[in-house]
């Protein structure tokens, strides 16, 4: 990436989604990756479902956006695969816009489907509801701690004390810090 474009992009926070793009398309594939990186995604890019499964070997994705019309094995038929042992949100992006298309790659397990040519903010918002559909559940109020039990060891957070059974060991400010 040149850096004009780089110090154009906002900076992504540690927990930024992480998102597959898998498209044939190398203009396409770019595009997107760009938008996307400009609104606090994080994206890598597959053009084929060889290249998709190569990638998601190596990494965990918060979501996948999947092309169907691609040489090789095709969107649909890779969907199908990744629903047997994946429940990673996809979003199928494709020029099929026929409406029994739609309905057999939602059937395929697909969360969303939109056709090609599509409105950026529209991919935008559906990106995000699927995204908070399928985060997981957090506690409002999770007390923390009082103390961390490690073998025969007990840490007690507020006295910053470690105890071997009811022999307290002797720690340097350094290790209580850790």
């Known amino acids: 990436m ?14 930024a989604p992480h998102l597959l793009v898998v498209d044939d398309d190398r203009r396409l594939r770019e ?5 996307l990186l400009d609104n606090g995604y994080r994206v890598s890019v597959a053009k084929d479902t060889l290249e998709a499964r190569a990638q998601m070997a190596l990494f965990i994705f918060d979501a996948l956006i999947l092309d169907v019309m691609m040489p090789g094995e095709n969107g649909f038929d890779f969907a199908r695969d990744l629903r047997t042992r994946s429940s990673i949100p996809i979003l199928m992006l494709t020029a099929r816009i026929e409406s029994e298309d739609r309905v057999t790659g939602l059937e395929l397990g697909a969360d969303d489907y939109l056709p090609k040519p599509f409105e950026p903010r529209e991919l935008l918002l559906r990106l995000n509801i699927m995204l908070r559909r399928n985060a997981p559940l957090v506690p409002t109020s ?13 840490f007690r957070i507020d006295r910053r004390e470690l105890r071997q059974g009811e022999e307290i060991i002797r720690l340097t400010d350094r290790e209580r810090d850790l």
């Open 31 to 35: 595009l997107l990756s760009r938008f």
């Open 142 to 154: 999770i007390e923390p701690p009082q103390s961390v039990r490690f073998g025969a060891f007990t």
């Open 2 to 15: 040149n850096e004009a474009l780089a110090s154009s992009a906002p900076a992504l926070t540690d927990d």
